[in-house]
Nanobody, 116 residues
Framework: EVHLVESGGALVQPGGSLTLSCTAS????????MSWARQAPGKELEWLAS????????HYRPPAKGRFTVSRDSAKNTLYLQLNDLKSEDTATYFC?????????RGKGTLVTVSE
């Protein structure tokens, strides 16, 4: 059974940075692509980035390009998302997702709030 636990969300000021983590269990993490998504209040789930197994390829959707970086440590079964230059519109619950895109299992999310 896929089990994903996100952490690292916090209240941060505009322009600040955060690193989100996602610890995976219940499947062979090293053999799966992984993704990050987010959902702001009242909005649909939004795909942010994906990374292939072995970190060979990564892909960023427009909201994440230039400011967010996805990475993984297969020895730790952990996926990361580095968030830089945060803006108020980045306020959302962030989820890691098994697979490439939004169709796989996801965790319960971690809340990022960007505010003065």
């Amino acid at each position: 059974e896929v089990h994903l636990v996100e952490s690292g969300g916090a209240l941060v000021q505009p322009g600040g940075s955060l690193t989100l983590s996602c610890t995976a269990s219940g499947f062979d993490f090293s053999d799966h692509s992984m993704s990050w998504a987010r959902q702001a209040p009242g909005k649909e789930l939004e795909w942010l980035a994906s990374i292939s197994r072995g970190s060979v390829h990564s892909h960023y959707r427009p909201p994440a390009k230039g400011r967010f970086t996805v990475s993984r440590d297969s020895a730790k079964n952990t996926l990361y998302l580095q968030l830089n230059d945060l803006k108020s519109e980045d306020t959302a619950t962030y989820f890691c997702v098994e697979g490439w895109g939004l169709r796989g299992e996801r965790g319960k999310g971690t809340l990022v709030t960007v505010s003065e």
